[in-house]
């Protein structure tokens, strides 16, 4: 293919070509879905329907599985059709489509980390002023922040990734990403790859400076906690969401940062799902599963839901 207009279509190949693990590939796959959807999906709805948990920390929570659902939707599905159909095609409009929403989804995933890391800073570091900083309004003004930085920052990756020609359309990934498809790019694809890459690891590299700093202000607050307990529960908040944050930025960065003249492997496979797949599904967990006042709220909102759905099932008519 001489150039990118004539590119109706890429090729996926991320896993084997093989029927039966193709099989097996779709089914862990599904079960991968399915749990980020019930997981994100029961956040999202407890959140909504406890009035107490609107604060800021629960509307960042409710914001990021709003994120982490849209991020696994935009790669697990179209992957696991291709699976099951036994193809590997997705069009050009899907590939653009695929690279345009995964990066809107996790550079505003990103940015939210470091607003809720900002928001753990004020709590433990000025917890006085904690209701005044972080109100409601400033609360929902930071997280409209991270998504508008994601679609603006995914707006300029996409159009100048899809710049360049395409000399082939075979991609060795199980969705389209960057990385790949400026390896199959044959013009452009150098200037174009350190334009992208210069100005998202600059950009990432000032961000998570900032949210180190954070976190060292935090560590040292709590150092000064005189009750164990206390430094106990300050840490067990903080150093899953740190390790969140690093997860991101060394995967990330790794499948970015890698040349892309190398030859594909299953590390590429491997790095993709850590950064793509996992904290969809780890991160209900992580933040929010483990909360005692999450947990409270949920059961509450079970119990008062209950009542309805037995009235419902009584009152039986009797005709006489």
Same mark, same amino acid.
């Given at each position: ?48 329907? !406890?009035?107490?948990?609107? /604060?800021?920390?629960?509307? #960042?929570?409710?914001? =990021?599985? *709003?994120?982490? @659902? ?118 452009? !694809?150098?200037?174009?790859? /350190?334009?992208?890459?210069? #100005?998202?690891?600059? =950009?990432? *590299?000032?961000? @998570? ?112």
């Amino acid at each position: 293919m001489s150039n990118q207009s004539r590119v109706t279509e890429f090729l996926l190949h991320g896993f084997a070509d093989i029927q039966e693990l193709q099989i097996y590939h779709s089914i862990v796959f599904i079960i991968i879905y399915l749990v980020a959807f019930m997981e994100n999906l029961l956040i999202i709805t407890v959140i909504i329907y !406890s009035h107490h948990l609107h /604060i800021p920390m629960y509307i #960042f929570l409710e914001n =990021l599985s *709003f994120q982490d @659902f849209g991020s696994i939707s935009v790669t697990v599905p179209k992957s696991m059709v291709n699976s099951l159909m036994n193809t590997q095609a997705i069009s050009y409009s899907g590939c653009v489509s695929q690279v345009f929403f995964l990066v809107f989804f996790m550079i505003s995933h990103f940015l939210l980390l470091g607003v809720m890391a900002y928001d753990r800073y004020v709590a433990i570091c000025n917890p006085l002023n904690y209701e005044t900083v972080m109100n409601k309004k400033v609360c929902i003004q930071m997280a409209m922040g991270a998504w508008l930085g994601g679609l603006f920052y995914s707006i300029l990756y996409t159009g100048n990734a899809f710049t360049v020609e395409f000399c082939s359309n075979v991609i060795y990934q199980f969705f389209c990403e960057i990385p790949q498809l400026l390896k199959i790019a044959c013009s452009g !694809s150098y200037d174009t790859e /350190i334009w992208i890459i210069t #100005f998202g690891v600059g =950009l990432g *590299f000032i961000y @998570f400076t900032l949210v180190i700093f954070s976190y060292v202000q935090i560590i040292r607050a709590v150092l000064k906690i005189p009750s164990t307990k206390g430094k106990q529960k300050a840490f067990s908040t903080c150093m899953p969401h740190l390790i969140v944050i690093s997860l991101c930025v060394v995967s990330g960065t790794f499948a970015y940062l890698k040349p892309t003249a190398s030859s594909p492997s299953a590390l590429d496979l491997l790095v993709s799902i850590l950064y793509c797949i996992v904290p969809p599904v780890m991160n209900p967990l992580i933040y929010t599963m483990r909360n005692t006042e999450f947990k409270k709220a949920f059961w509450k909102l079970i119990l008062r839901m209950s009542p309805q759905f037995f009235i419902k099932k009584k009152s039986p008519v009797y005709v006489l």
